[in-house]
């Protein structure tokens, strides 16, 4: 459980770090940010939410279902636990990178107020992958909650 604390905690350091480093680069006048209704801009805007609409849902979804119904039928607890940090690892995974995404579209639009609330969204989807031991335990049973 700790390396998936560690790699829970190292997404939200890069998110920080990338929007501090980006808003001190736009307010020293280093980087001047893109025009968020040019062409290019846009399609920045598109793939993002594309990635955020489709990965968001899945990583939620995808390692509660593997738990379900693979995961909970494996007796032996040191293999089990091992499946279980690898799907836990893919959830945090793949949030955390859409996290980062929308970050990074946050700053490249000049803070833009759309792309702060794809951010928002991304780290409240986030903190629903918190690694403990009473969210395993409960994906683990295999019961419905």
Do not use: H
Request: hydrophobic share 50%.
């Amino acid at each position: 459980m700790k390396q998936l604390t560690i790699l829970y905690y190292t997404f939200m350091v890069l998110a920080v770090a990338i929007l501090s480093c980006g808003y001190f680069l736009i307010t020293k006048q280093i980087f001047i940010p893109l025009n968020p209704l040019e062409d290019i801009a846009m399609t920045i805007q598109y793939c993002v939410l594309f990635a955020v609409l489709i990965g968001i849902p899945f990583a939620l979804w995808y390692p509660k279902y593997v738990c379900k119904k693979r995961l909970s039928a494996i007796e032996d607890k040191a293999e089990q636990e091992q499946a279980y940090i690898k799907i836990s690892r893919l959830r945090i995974v793949i949030v955390g990178l859409c996290l980062v995404l929308a970050s990074c579209a946050y700053i490249l639009m000049g803070c833009y107020k759309s792309m702060i609330w794809l951010t928002a969204i991304t780290a409240i989807a986030w903190y629903f992958t918190k690694p403990t031991e009473g969210k395993k335990a409960l994906e683990l049973s295999g019961e419905d909650y």
